[in-house]
């Protein structure tokens, strides 16, 4: 198959033709036929980017290493904080100190700017919005500030509309991991003279409805913890700020130091869960430490796990084929049918899930989860283990668990202390059915969401070459 191609071709280019690159991607026909229609279309009102706007790549990667990470500041955008929906995320805010934001001012966006990601998830842009005055950008990021002619949220639409990404696309570049470069977002094409107020309200209206659906979905999976403590009969405990508090000195001395362990807060919910049966989570399951050692069972590429790749608190993950060659040095950890994956990487945020792969078959996780195996208990269903790690009151522990500051992480010794509530058999099953249940509405919830979404991106696009302004 021709490389990029969605189906077997043969095409032939004439040597005139050959402008910008001469590889078979950025020529093939899909690619070609667009451009003329772009051209025909528009004609001197095509415009590359880089003309109507500043287009600037982030500082070079050793300008900010991890050790610049600061809990305030001024914000770093990094492709985390750019969803795949096209909007800003805050969720994983980290910071730069003002001394370092500063120095790298010329790398600054601020509201009305578009932040595209270059590398990794290709192309995924947002309009930086008014939450904080100023943020600088990552090395992964390419910012276009200073729009003429046009508005940031047309060029946004554009760029996420099937138009846009058939053009990052055919720009990108690399075999392993694809990425797009400054110049190649500068190039590419804008059409000027549209109806921006209709195309960009075709977005607004799309994401509106997307929005709700995916609230929807985390209304869902959120409240399946006040499911479960209705079930199991645990009180609802607010977490009240106590300023004033006193832990026993045994605690202290043969535990940890810092006030945030010992807040009251945390030992109520313990001792919510410690009012019926329970067991802690390192003898009611087996932790793997089954290794790969990057050479053997696979051919020539993997399927690889991230942390990244795990939604929260839904139970599903995402592998990546990786080539061996590239394999990165955390991808460590084998993982077989029925496992399951615990992040350790501020685990509270509930990046937990259980392999799916045949029977037979493995998976490769970072060394960033910790691999729940074999139960030591009969009592204890492994969807129900599943589910219940998702629980807040269990969540909670592992936060308290955790240590470090920007990237909280926990031990796996620590995680086999997490004390873990064990109803009867009926009850377990009841659970596992109500998570099953709103498991599959949130899969439902998605899928119509995501069809929307790509409905109206399409719809974008036929208005586009229907509808400009004459």
Same mark, same amino acid.
């Given at each position: ?50 003309? %109507?706007?500043? =287009? ?5 990667? +050793? !300008?900010?290493?991890?050790? #610049? &990470?600061?809990? @305030? ?67 992964? %990021?390419?910012? =276009? ?5 046009? +508005? !940031?949220?047309?060029?946004? #639409? &554009?760029?996420? @509309? ?309």
């Amino acid at each position: 198959m021709t490389p990029g191609a969605k189906s077997l071709c043969a095409f032939a280019v004439k040597r005139g033709d050959l402008k910008k690159r001469i590889d078979v991607h950025y020529n093939l026909p899909e690619y070609t036929l667009l451009e003329k229609q772009l051209r025909s279309k528009f004609a001197d009102r095509l415009k590359p980017l880089g003309e %109507i706007a500043d =287009v600037i790549c982030g500082p070079f990667g +050793s !300008a900010i290493k991890n050790t #610049d &990470y600061r809990e @305030s500041g001024i914000p770093l955008v990094r492709i985390t904080n750019v969803s795949k929906d096209g909007y800003m995320n805050y969720d994983d805010l980290i910071f730069l100190s003002e001394e370092l934001g500063e120095r790298l001012c010329r790398t600054q966006v601020t509201e009305g700017d578009i932040v595209i990601s270059q590398r990794g998830s290709l192309g995924q842009c947002a309009v930086v919005d008014g939450r904080y005055p100023k943020m600088n950008i990552s090395a992964n %990021i390419i910012a =276009v500030k200073n729009i003429r002619e046009s +508005s !940031a949220s047309f060029i946004h #639409d &554009y760029l996420l @509309s099937v138009v846009g990404q058939a053009l990052l696309a055919r720009n990108a570049s690399g075999q392993v991991q694809q990425k797009i470069t400054t110049q190649d977002i500068a190039d590419v094409p804008i059409p000027l003279g549209c109806d921006e107020k209709h195309l960009s309200g075709l977005v607004r209206s799309a994401y509106s409805s997307y929005s709700q659906k995916i609230a929807q979905t985390d209304s869902l999976l959120r409240g399946m913890s006040g499911y479960i403590h209705e079930v199991l009969d645990l009180d609802e405990v607010e977490d009240k700020t106590t300023i004033f508090f006193a832990a026993p000195r045994g605690n202290v001395l043969h535990k940890r130091m810092d006030p945030e362990y010992h807040r009251p807060f945390y030992a109520h919910r313990i001792r919510e869960i410690e009012k019926a049966p329970h067991d802690t989570l390192g003898n009611i399951v087996e932790f793997s430490n089954e290794t790969w050692n990057q050479k053997d069972y696979f051919a020539s590429e993997f399927p690889y796990i991230e942390i990244s790749g795990v939604r929260l608190r839904e139970n599903v993950y995402e592998t990546v084929a990786t080539p061996l060659e590239k394999a990165p040095s955390r991808a460590k950890m084998i993982v077989r049918r029925g496992d399951i994956i615990v992040s350790t990487t501020r685990p509270h945020r509930g990046a937990i899930a259980t392999i799916t792969c045949p029977d037979g078959e493995m998976e490769i996780a970072s060394t960033g989860f910790c691999v729940l195996r074999r139960l030591r208990r009969e009592d204890v269903s492994k969807e129900y283990l599943q589910w219940i790690l998702l629980e807040d009151y269990v969540l909670l522990q592992m936060l308290r668990g955790s240590s470090g500051g920007n990237y909280p992480a926990i031990t796996g010794d620590e995680l086999k202390k997490i004390v873990i509530p064990i109803p009867d058999p009926a009850l377990q099953k009841k659970i596992c059915e109500e998570a099953a249940r709103r498991k599959d509405a949130v899969k439902a919830l998605r899928g119509e969401a995501a069809r929307e979404w790509q409905a109206a991106k399409t719809q974008f696009e036929k208005d586009l070459f229907g509808g400009q302004k004459k």
